[in-house]
């Protein structure tokens, strides 16, 4: 018996000198991640007492069976503290600050994990030194809470309950489901960016950077749990030529493994915002400062703007003496208009290009290219052509030395509809190749943004929203405006977004109905106004006719004059779902703007943001009977000053817009 008890004891002294604990915490102190290595690898994370993610373990499963992450041997422990600022000259802030505890465990394989922890989040990601090629099957990424908290998740729309192969083809556009996360549909996948509210004012945003050839992350309850587990695209073995007018490359059979992997190399970070306050997490830059530095040197040649756009109106004007759609008069009169207007693009969206040839080098006969190029050009207008992914990538380097050469200045690339290993490596291919040529980009039918628009800047926008175009067919039980209220604290945690606002005509709850080719959008006149204010956006749409933007002139002067990048943004105030409210300046010049949710709501801004001098405000707000008519507002003008306190009511589905000017 006494030999039994020593050898007992022996087991558990071995047990807890094999276990190693180490702790990592963010500048302030106030959040904490513990690293465990004992038979699995694990990290748990708490932002000041609260635990907000309980030990979720780590690890790669590689093709040949083997397991990394399982008893894993740690050989060395290397620490640092970085405080720098970055330079962000085309996004919300012209320089942010880089400031956190670095924390690199080095493993016997060859392997690294590297985890940060900053005063808003920590994040990890695997490190591999091996110089052989290899194979991996499968990436552990686990998500245990530990309670049963309330969750906002994305579900994708494509493919049936449980039929996981077919759902990992999707255009990431959903509006959010808000469930406890034991309630959420086991059977469906969900992208990211998601939010978990753990209470207290206390959230916990997923989601993912430096997304260079690897799958993207998609997580999946787990039945009786409070745990989210990561699933990933396997990797293409067949594709064919398919899907929306051919212009797509569709998965038909699939690889027993998600990523190949020929050497050393880093893979993406895996991100976990945590703030105490919704305004703290719709300021988070994590995202941002995660990613790769720009590998463009020189990025003078790079212009954000706004771009004059044809598909959601439907190619309407009125008033004018010719046939309107894709043809030379109406096109000519899209640049009339920006150019009138200091707009600096104009978009030829789907239809310029013969239909379902996938070659962007054949042009439909209506239009003479090279004169609608020339006659922009003469009009200090550029022009962005819209491409179908299959047909650009295809043949990408001459598409883009040809439009290149004609003075065409960017291209809109849509439907890639994927994020499994070959197509996250197309979109840095696709950015490489148009900064050769200074070409912007534009990712539209893509995945969130996941750093890329740091590495290369000529990136200005990325779909992966559910925008503004579903109004031309979403139903009337679609609450855009309560998603629009949630957006900047998901979505936009990621990065910028091709939302697509500007609609002229604009609809009351019960006055809403879809129509394609005159759309509408929900919520007032006021509340699009804001959203040039509110949402990221380098490259942004003015989505509505020319027609109705000349009938609205004041609206349409103050949308012109909104710069697309800023030298500074703050978020005044917000709560998740509710409203928000968004402070930005550029030089000397400050914007404000605010939108709610359905509920109407007096807000009060304090204009403590402001320096000594007065300023002259000009203020777009909601009419008096903008609950009935969505596009009644008022423009009033007024001095303020930084000790200013402006109460303004925002109607149903309402906001505001202001300018602020010395």
């Known amino acids: 018996m006494k030999i039994l008890f020593a050898c007992i004891g022996l087991a558990v002294s071995l047990s807890l000198h094999a276990q190693k604990e180490i702790s990592l915490q963010s500048p302030d102190g106030n959040i904490r991640s513990s690293i465990v290595v004992a038979d699995e690898l694990t990290y748990s994370v708490s932002c000041g007492e609260k635990v907000v993610l309980a030990p979720s373990a780590i690890g790669v499963s590689l093709e040949r069976g083997t397991e990394w992450g399982q008893k894993a041997k740690l050989q060395g422990v290397t620490r640092r503290t970085v405080n720098q600022s970055v330079a962000s000259p085309l996004y919300r802030n012209t320089q942010i600050r880089d400031y956190y505890n670095e924390l690199v465990l080095r493993f016997k394989g060859n392997w690294n994990v590297e985890f940060r922890a900053y005063n808003d989040g920590v994040a990890y990601r695997l490190v591999n030194r091996n110089k052989a090629p290899f194979r991996i099957a499968n990436e552990k990424v686990e998500y245990r809470f530990p309670e049963d908290w309330m969750a906002s998740v994305p579900y994708v729309k494509s493919g049936k309950d449980g039929d996981y192969p077919s759902q990992f083809f999707n255009s990431f556009e959903n509006t959010y489901t808000t469930a406890k996360l034991s309630e959420l549909n086991k059977k469906r996948l969900m992208f990211l960016p998601l939010v ?81 306050s919704d305004q703290a997490l719709a300021s988070t830059e994590m995202s941002y400062l995660l990613a790769s530095p720009s590998r463009v040197s020189d990025i003078s040649w790079i212009k954000p703007g706004k771009v004059a756009w044809d598909w959601w109106n439907d190619w309407n004007l009125d008033d004018v003496s010719f046939k309107t759609g894709v043809n030379m008069p109406t096109y000519k009169a899209y640049i009339d208009f920006a150019s009138a207007h200091g707009i600096e693009y104009v978009i030829l969206d789907e239809g310029w290009a013969v239909n379902l040839q996938a070659d962007l080098m054949q042009v439909v006969p209506e239009l003479n290219l090279e004169e609608l190029v020339k006659y922009a050009t003469e009009k200090q207008v550029g022009i962005i052509l819209w491409a179908g992914y299959y047909a650009f990538d295809r043949d990408m380097e001459q598409v883009c ?259 602020l000017t010395r």
């Not at 695209?233 to 998965?251: I, S, T």
């Not at 699939?254 to 893979?267: D, L, M």
């Open 196 to 276: 978990v509210d753990a209470g207290d004012g206390v959230k916990v945003c997923i989601s993912e950077s430096h997304l260079e050839n690897y799958p993207g992350l998609y997580l999946s309850a787990e039945e009786g749990t409070s745990q989210l587990t990561g699933r990933f695209a396997p990797y293409p073995k067949r594709v064919e030529q398919g899907g929306h007018n051919r212009l797509q490359m569709v998965v038909k059979e699939t690889e027993n493994y998600i990523a190949k992997v020929e050497g050393p190399r880093t893979f993406p970070w895996r991100m976990c915002v945590v703030t105490t």
């Open 401 to 659: 030395r040809h439009y290149a050469a004609m003075g065409v200045k960017g291209f809109k690339v849509d439907f890639m509809d994927r994020d499994d290993q070959q197509m996250t490596a197309f979109n840095y291919r696709a950015a490489e190749m148009c900064a050769k040529y200074h070409l912007v980009l534009d990712l539209h039918g893509t995945h969130k943004p996941a750093g890329l628009h740091r590495t290369y800047p000529n990136v200005l926008n990325f779909e992966g929203v559910h925008g503004l175009e579903q109004m031309k067919w979403s139903p009337a039980s679609v609450d855009q405006v309560k998603y629009d209220a949630m957006i900047p604290f998901i979505r936009q945690v990621a990065g910028p977004m091709d939302y697509t606002q500007g609609a002229m005509r604009n609809a009351t709850k019960e006055n809403y109905f879809p129509c394609n080719n005159e759309p509408m959008s929900q919520g007032t006149r006021c509340h699009q106004l804001a959203l040039y204010l509110i949402l990221d956006s380098p490259f942004n749409m003015l989505c509505d006719t020319p027609s109705n933007y000349l009938r609205e002139m004041a609206c349409t002067r103050f949308i012109a004059d909104v710069p697309t990048v800023w030298d500074e943004t703050r978020v005044l105030s917000g709560k998740m779902g509710e409203y928000v409210v968004f402070a930005r300046r550029k030089g000397n010049a400050w914007y404000v703007g605010g939108i709610s949710d359905w509920t109407p709501r007096d807000l009060e801004v304090d204009c403590s943001f402001l320096d000594e001098a007065p300023y002259q405000a000009t203020l777009f707000r909601d009419g008096i009977n903008a609950d009935r008519v969505a596009r009644d507002y008022e423009q009033v003008q007024q001095q303020v000053n930084r000790g200013s306190k402006l109460k303004i009511h925002l109607a149903p589905g309402g906001g505001f817009a202001m300018k």
